[in-house]
């Protein structure tokens, strides 16, 4: 079987779309690229094949993200969030293996409420102020956010909410976001080598996103210098809305 066994030459040009929009987006506010992903290729593939093509593209995106102040930046935010780190890789182990045993609408269903819940709360303004001191607190929003992740690759609405409450500075939750996003992604690579959603004809689909979604966030990064960035974050969390309740429609009516 090849990859083009597995989608059409204009699911192939909507999956290259997609993958820029979702670099864009990344590029303005740093998180929702795989969100918009799985959101986007979800509707015109099967959610399997749509979990693989957003891994690789989230794994360099990620990268250059964490790494853009410096190797020693990136170890201190591991450092600082060791326990949610932690946290999120055993949940996101256990929420990959249950890929292929969840029904679609289910799975759209767990994408989706979590992703609306979350563009609500933070449209509306709502702050959850936490102390930053809690352990449990902290391994909590680890594991929601890792089960979450292997089960669809999108774990960024749970690790935003919590920055978020944290009141971490802009720069900072970038950084560790980027952080957070690359080794998420790289158990993600592990897990789903083993799940079976990565194999010989969908590896090449993934890598073949890399650079759309590259040009998407080179794009991103541009803007956000030029454009106010509380603008394209409302505008983010508004198409993050929309494609959430494009997905509950999705799991509720079929």
Not at 54 to 59: A, K, Q, R, S
Not at 221 to 232: C, E, S
Request: charged fraction near 10%; hydrophobic fraction near 60%; glycine fraction near 12%.
């Amino acid at each position: 079987m090849t990859l083009f066994s597995l989608l059409s030459p204009v699911e192939l040009v909507l999956a290259f779309a997609i993958a820029v929009l979702a670099g864009l987006v990344k590029g303005m506010v740093g998180f929702a690229m795989p969100t918009i992903f799985i959101s986007g290729l979800s509707t015109v593939l099967p959610p399997d094949l749509a979990l693989a093509g957003l891994i690789f593209p989230t794994l360099i995106t990620n990268g250059i993200q964490a790494l853009r102040q410096g190797t020693a930046a990136a170890m201190a935010s591991i450092r600082r969030f060791r326990v949610f780190l932690l946290a999120g890789f055993v949940c996101l182990l256990i929420g990959a293996q249950l890929v292929a045993r969840v029904e679609v609408s289910t799975f759209l269903f767990l994408i989706g409420a979590p992703m609306a819940v979350f563009a609500i709360i933070q449209l509306l303004g709502i702050r959850l102020p936490l102390s930053g001191g809690s352990l449990r607190v902290e391994a909590g929003a680890g594991a929601l956010a890792g089960f979450v992740g292997g089960m669809s690759g999108v774990w960024g609405p749970p690790t935003v909410a919590y920055l978020t409450a944290l009141e971490t500075p802009k720069q900072d939750q970038i950084r560790i976001q980027g952080v957070v996003y690359g080794l998420g992604a790289v158990a993600l690579v592990a897990a789903h080598l083993s799940s079976g959603v990565l194999r010989a004809e969908t590896v090449p689909f993934s890598l073949l996103l890399i650079g759309p979604a590259l040009l998407g966030m080179w794009v991103g990064l541009k803007l956000q210098d030029r454009i106010d960035q509380a603008t394209f974050r409302k505008v983010t969390l508004i198409v993050l809305l929309v494609a959430a309740l494009n997905l509950l429609r999705r799991s509720l009516l079929g």
